[in-house]
């Protein structure tokens, strides 16, 4: 599975973000799909992650603020960020894994991509 986001950027605090996430090589479907973001220097944090079912789970730090979403028939993951912080700046990735638990919590995936700058200012 190859992912690639988009969406990134620069914003004032509290302005939103959509992040985008197109996946090829196989199907969102059966996938457990999340976002988890790293600012440097400091630790790999998960966002938030989104099952092959629907089900959803956020970290604390985002809960209200963030929503994950996907079209599995686009192949494409979202991640729509409003009243975005200073601590929100970071590189965010999408990643995806078969196995394993699903949720927001998890920073260990198969698959990830390249990465998308967010910087809030």
Do not use: H
Request: glycine share 12%; hydrophobic share 30%.
């Amino acid at each position: 599975v190859q992912l690639v986001e988009s969406g990134g950027g620069s914003v004032q605090s509290g302005g939103s973000l959509r992040l985008s996430c197109e996946a090829s090589g196989d199907t969102y479907k059966r996938y457990c799909l999340g976002w988890f973001r790293q600012a440097p220097g400091k630790k790999r944090e998960g966002v938030a992650a989104i099952s092959s079912g629907g089900s959803t789970s956020y970290a604390d730090s985002v809960k209200g603020r963030f929503t994950i979403s996907k079209d599995n028939a686009a192949n494409t993951l979202y991640l729509q960020m409003n009243s975005l912080q200073l601590e929100d700046t970071a590189m965010y990735y999408c990643a995806a894994d078969v196995y394993g638990v699903c949720n927001a919590n998890r920073l260990a995936w198969r698959y990830w991509g390249q990465g998308t700058q967010v910087t809030v200012s």
